[in-house]
């Protein structure tokens, strides 16, 4: 009687605990879904569909990516952040336990072939709805008007994870649109809100070491933003259209300006403000890919240009925000140690074998998929290991 007593206040302080910021339920089962999702994709595409009992083809691969991890990951920073912003108490028990829960269940939903087709993808679409009402609520009510803008990107996303349900059931609608929509909208999150905190935690730390300081924010940073901006819509809308070629390419070279007036190279004693650069590099990268595969697409594979997009850009600046932020909210010292180096050196490797994958052999591109897909989930799974303990335990 007394063990029960004892123990049952215990528990309910460990959930209320993981529960009390979004970044502890949504990192870690975000983490989880990552380094689990892509093997079942790879086994898919390796034996095929009809000898998996899931529903894990190339559609649901591209689905999880963007609306199931990168929703997951973008909950988990947002719901942090936003009261930093907003100066609002932060979004906490059965509410976030319930968005968490909303979550799982859009992954059981689509992943299972159980009930039709129009179930789960009304399940999975809930999720999305429910964030993005959260964020407008959030945003509007601590007037927090220069937010309006990430409001806006998670509406955005939401509206395209209905879109893909659509083109899913066989409407009028094309799925590699919405699929774009949804890559655009966390690519214009990692410019905004990537091209904030980057030189922002890069000049807090210089300024201990007293070292010249990153440039600070200008016209010229403006005009890279509405360029970016302007250039992904283009290409979302007319993917194969020169101009839109020219204003991509243009704007993966602008950032990567952008990113030397941050001065990158001083940070590298710090994996844990240099991976902000490397992830705003690969986000700048694929920027310059995707430009360069409209305009020679003979040369430059635009399977290149999305996976410098989806497993570069979204993979490494998602871990590397998690990562910062897991330390620094649990009471850690912002400093990458040996495990976290791993984790970086995993996601980067994923990145590099995947991106350079359309450019090899056709004979080779199977087994390097298939490596590039073991990094990736060996990154998560460390991060889940290493970090994992810090997102269920009390601040230090």
């Known amino acids: 009687?007394?063990?029960?007593?004892?123990?049952?206040?215990?528990?309910?302080?460990?959930?209320?605990?993981?529960?009390?910021?979004?970044?502890?339920?949504?990192?870690?089962?975000?983490?989880?879904?990552?380094?689990?999702?892509?093997?079942?994709?790879?086994?898919?595409?390796?034996?095929?569909?009809?000898?998996?009992?899931?529903?894990?083809?190339?559609?649901?691969?591209?689905?999880?990516?963007?609306?199931?991890?990168?929703?997951?990951?973008?909950?988990?920073?947002?719901?942090?952040?936003?009261?930093?912003?907003?100066?609002?108490?932060?979004?906490t028990g059965a509410m976030l336990a319930g968005l968490a829960a909303l979550w799982v269940a859009g992954r059981i939903a689509l992943i299972s072939k159980l009930g039709p087709f129009w179930a789960g993808a009304i399940v999975d679409a809930v999720f999305l709805i429910c964030f993005a009402a959260l964020i407008w609520r959030e945003v509007i009510a601590g007037k927090s008007w220069r937010n309006l803008k990430v409001a806006g990107a998670v509406s955005i996303l939401a509206i395209a994870n209905i879109g893909f349900h659509i083109a899913q059931n066989g409407q009028p609608l094309m799925p590699q649109m919405v699929l774009h929509i949804g890559m655009a909208v966390i690519l214009i999150l990692i410019i905004l809100i990537g091209g904030r905190v980057t030189p922002n935690f890069t000049r807090n730390w210089l300024k201990q070491r007293g070292v010249k300081l990153p440039a600070a924010y200008s016209h010229f940073d403006a005009v890279v933003l509405v360029l970016s901006v302007v250039a992904i819509v283009a290409w979302v809308i007319f993917p194969n259209h020169i101009s839109s070629g020219v204003m991509m390419a243009l704007a993966g070279l602008m950032n990567i300006a952008r990113l030397t007036r941050w001065r990158f190279w001083a940070t590298v004693s710090e994996p844990l403000v240099l991976i902000l650069h490397v992830g705003y590099a690969w986000a700048s990268l694929a920027f310059l890919l995707l430009g360069l595969s409209v305009l020679y697409p003979q040369i430059f594979p635009q399977l290149a240009g999305i996976h410098a997009l989806g497993a570069g850009a979204i993979g490494v600046m998602t871990i590397a925000m998690m990562t910062r932020a897991t330390l620094g909210h649990s009471g850690r010292a912002l400093s990458a140690g040996t495990g976290t180096i791993l984790i970086y050196l995993l996601i980067n490797s994923a990145a590099l074998l995947r991106v350079t994958t359309p450019f090899l052999e056709a004979s080779l591109q199977s087994s390097v998929t298939i490596v590039s897909a073991v990094f990736w989930s060996l990154a998560f799974l460390s991060f889940v290991v290493v970090y994992g303990p810090l997102l269920v335990r009390a601040k230090q």
Not at 39 to 48: N, Q, R
Request: no cysteine.
């Open 1 to 91: 009687m007394n063990k029960t007593a004892n123990t049952e206040p215990a528990y309910a302080d460990r959930v209320s605990l993981f529960f009390s910021m979004g970044f502890r339920p949504f990192f870690l089962l975000g983490s989880i879904w990552a380094a689990i999702a892509v093997p079942l994709w790879i086994a898919t595409y390796v034996l095929g569909p009809a000898e998996i009992p899931f529903e894990t083809g190339l559609a649901w691969h591209a689905h999880e990516m963007i609306f199931g991890y990168g929703a997951a990951i973008i909950a988990g920073f947002l719901l942090t952040a936003i009261p930093n912003w907003t100066s609002r108490p932060p979004v």
